[in-house]
């Protein structure tokens, strides 16, 4: 079993549209937990950290992270054709400090 | 602007023999990471340098190598490049070990003939 699942997809929206993206994990001493956006032909770049449990916001991005449940979930709202990208959940262990355990990563594309 | 600066972007090479990939960063971070990513997987963690301390992951083969001769610049060597080694090898930084933001170059997609 791989320590963080990541349903693949593609996922196809038209603009506008709600989307969900989630990951799973195994190991319950994850704490910290990010999402990374990757556009083609680009390294990964930070979009959304949260620590522990709980749900973050940050304009169309909200975060959520349920820990009893080892679930993490990304929502963007008002979805548009540039944030078409692959997102990448990563999680770490605090006393490991930052060694990321990604996500294969989920393809998204926003249909204008 | 501060960046992670990966080169070259694409590498052709031939099975067995050596490549050398190279990163460089203007952001002075202490951490300097080395993933591979293959097609539609998860970038896995090939190994770090806190400074100038190395550390390997224990799956890591002994085929990859690396070196940072200073803060600024990071090197991933392949001895013996086998076809199961093509992918995209991506540099990384954070300013320190408890810092959970890693800034990504763009990557060095590597094509083992």
């Known amino acids: 079993q791989k320590e963080v699942e990541q349903d693949p997809g593609p996922l196809s929206v038209p603009e506008g549209a709600i989307v969900s993206l989630n990951c799973t994990y195994s190991?319950?001493?994850?704490?910290?937990f990010m999402w990374y956006r990757q556009y083609s032909r680009k390294g990964p770049e930070l979009l959304m950290y949260t620590y522990s449990s709980g749900n973050k916001e940050d304009g169309r991005f909200t975060a959520q992270v349920d820990k009893s449940s080892k679930y993490i979930s990304l929502f963007i709202r008002d979805s548009q054709p540039s944030d078409s990208a692959t997102y990448l959940c990563a999680m770490s262990v605090l006393e490991y400090g930052n060694k990321l355990v990604f996500g294969a990563g989920t393809i998204l594309r926003v249909k204008s | 602007d501060a960046m992670v600066i990966q080169n070259p972007r694409y590498q052709v090479t031939q099975f067995g023999k050596p490549v050398t990939l190279s990163c460089s960063q203007t952001?002075?971070?202490?951490?300097m990471y080395w993933y591979q990513q293959k097609s539609s997987q998860a970038p896995k963690l090939l190994f770090h340098?806190?400074?100038?301390?190395?550390?390997n992951e224990a799956d890591t083969p002994d085929n990859f190598q690396s070196r940072r001769p200073n803060t600024s610049f990071c090197f991933l060597d392949i001895r013996s490049p086998g076809l199961g080694d093509a992918a995209m090898y991506l540099c990384a930084t954070s300013r320190s070990g408890l810092d959970y933001e890693q800034y990504f170059g763009p990557g060095t997609r590597l094509t083992v003939t």
């Open positions: 190991n319950s001493a994850f704490q910290y």
């Open positions: 952001l002075n971070h202490n951490v």
């Open positions: 340098y806190y400074d100038k301390d190395f550390n």
